[in-house]
Every structure is written in C-alpha cells, then in structure tokens.
C-alpha cells in the first residue's frame, strides 16, 4: 500500500473542508487533480474514503480512519525530517567525551555547561580515563573528544595544547613543612612518595622523577595510582607525599597542603579528537572548545575552513 505523503495532505483538506472546491483552494491546485488524487488514494488503500453528494462530502467508517491515522502519520515524518535536518547541523546526536580527573579544575564543568546550554538536544557521554586509554579510544573511533595530560599521539590523533600551569608539592597537613609558604624539592628527600602511575602516564612519571633527580634525589615511591584524585587522597592520610600540578590546590581535599618549589616543568594539558573527524557535531563541540579555551582559536578556525570547503565541494553548491 502506497501512502504517498502528498496523497494523505490532499486528503485530509478534503475531510477538513467537506468540499472538494474549498479544499483545492486551500491546496492552491485546481479540483480536476484534486480528485483525481483522492481516487487514486481510494485504489491504493482499497477503500471507499468519502461519501460524496452534490453539496458536500461525509467521511466514510474508513474515512475517519485513515484521517486519524493521516495526522499522526504526517505528523511523525515531519518530526523524522526535524530530528534528521538537527544531526545534519550538529544539534542533535551524541558527543563522547573522555577526561583526566585534573580536568575538573581545569575549565572542564564550565566547558561541560557551555555545551549543554548550545546544544540541548545532544547526549554528552562522560567517561573517565587516563591520557592513554582515551588516545586509543579516540584512534578507534570510540571517543569524539579527550582532554588528556600532554602526550604523543599517533596520525589518526590531533592534537592541541589547552594549557599549562606548573607543579606543587602536595603534602599531608600533618607534616612538618605543611606550615610553609614555599619549600626546596631537596627538603623532601627523606620522604615516601605517591606517584601518578607509570603505566597510566609514562610522560607525567617521567617529568615528576625527573624534578626529584635534578633536585638531588631519587625518590622513593612507595605508591602508584592512576588518578591525581586519588594522589592527593593518599597524601591526606599519610601515606607519602607527591607532586602535582597546581590545579588540585583547588580540590578542597582536607587533610592536604600545596606548597610551591622552584621548578621550570609544566602540567600541560591537550584535547585530542579524530583526525578525521567531520561531522558538524564535532565541528560545534571544537569551536565551544577554543570558545573556552582561546589556546584552541586556531582549531575552530581551520574547523571552519573544513566545513566551508566541504559544502563547497558538494554535489549541487554550484548551482545554489
């Protein structure tokens, strides 16, 4: 059965009007085809739909039917043509976004509600996963956007610096320096240390043994997590002390101190996204990014520059 949209609009003027005149000059068309197009809809839903006389037409039992039905029916595909027209412009859809913990205090809520106030309609999937895992979750497709501790990404990767802010030391408040301003690195040579993971970060394990090392010590690590959350808990109730970067201090952790130390390295921090990402959901998620990150400008731009080569290279743009 044919239910030609076009078809169940001339038919329900009809049942409206209960005139084949007035519903053709409702349709703007002339009566001719209009009635043609009602018989031709009688045929294909095997059906009588209108009882006509020389005034006026009746809804038949069926009639009646197919009218409920025709609204819902038109009704649906207008909101099926909605909901397809609001994906193809990147309102509508779902962005998967994987983060560090630092991310927290680092631009990230406010980014987060930037999104949701722009873009309603999409689902935000959050998931929390070090820079590693969500560089790998990125290059297989599983991921729309990281926000990653700074670290080399594969072609399939891009990737662009957020920002970067340097470390503190973070120790328990019960320690003997907890009460200090600021403090040499070396002070802490005698004590157990808590470090963010290896395996989750080898860049980040690397610069913190690194700042120890140039301080004049090796240090000893007597703890390995594989969030700074969980860092900076371990140090609040005693088990070590650590470096972090200074975005924790705003944490609100009890039981914790961050004092400054003279030092040159820096936490930096990246977004990452497909390298071949070009859906306009994308293209709307990267231009909030560099909204909320001016670092991230120049994304947005050549973004842009993308999508506007992309349309111009569509089948038709000429023409328009």
């Not at 959050?126 to 501790?149: C, K, M, P, W, Y």
């Amino acid at each position: 059965m044919d239910l030609d949209p076009r078809l169940l609009r001339y038919f329900i003027a009809v049942a409206e009007e209960r005139h084949f005149s007035r519903a053709a000059h409702r349709l703007h068309i002339s009566q001719p085809p209009l009635s043609y197009a009602i018989r031709q809809l009688e045929d294909n839903v095997g059906a009588r739909l209108l009882a006509r006389t020389s005034r006026h037409v009746e809804l038949t039992d069926a009639g009646h039917v197919l009218y409920r039905e025709a609204l819902t029916l038109l009704r649906q595909a207008e909101e099926v043509r909605t909901l397809v027209q609001r994906v193809d412009a990147g309102l509508r859809g779902r962005l998967r976004i994987g983060f560090v913990g630092s991310m927290l205090y680092r631009g990230l809520p406010a980014l987060l509600n930037a999104m949701r106030a722009e873009l309603p309609d999409v689902e935000h999937v959050l998931t929390e996963l070090n820079s590693h895992e969500q560089i790998e979750a990125v290059r297989r497709g599983e991921q729309d956007l990281g926000f990653i501790h700074a670290n080399p990404v594969p072609d399939e990767v891009q990737a662009r610096d957020l920002m970067a802010e340097p470390f503190v030391v973070c120790l328990p408040d019960s320690h003997p320096l907890a009460g200090r301003q600021s403090l040499r690195l070396a002070e802490l040579a005698g004590d157990d240390f808590v470090f963010f993971a290896r395996a989750a970060s080898p860049s980040y394990y690397e610069t913190v043994l690194s700042m120890c090392v140039s301080a004049g010590f090796m240090p000893v690590v007597r703890h390995e997590v594989r969030h700074w959350l969980s860092v900076a808990s371990l140090v609040s109730q005693g088990l070590g002390v650590s470096i972090v970067p200074a975005c924790l201090s705003r944490s609100g952790l009890a039981g914790t101190r961050f004092i400054t130390f003279e030092h040159e390295a820096r936490s930096i921090s990246q977004v990452i996204w497909p390298a071949e990402a070009r859906s306009p959901l994308q293209h709307k998620a990267m231009a909030l990014v560099a909204n909320q990150f001016p670092s991230v400008a120049a994304v947005a731009d050549a973004a842009a520059a993308d999508a506007a080569a992309a349309d111009a290279a569509a089948p038709g743009a000429a023409a328009g």
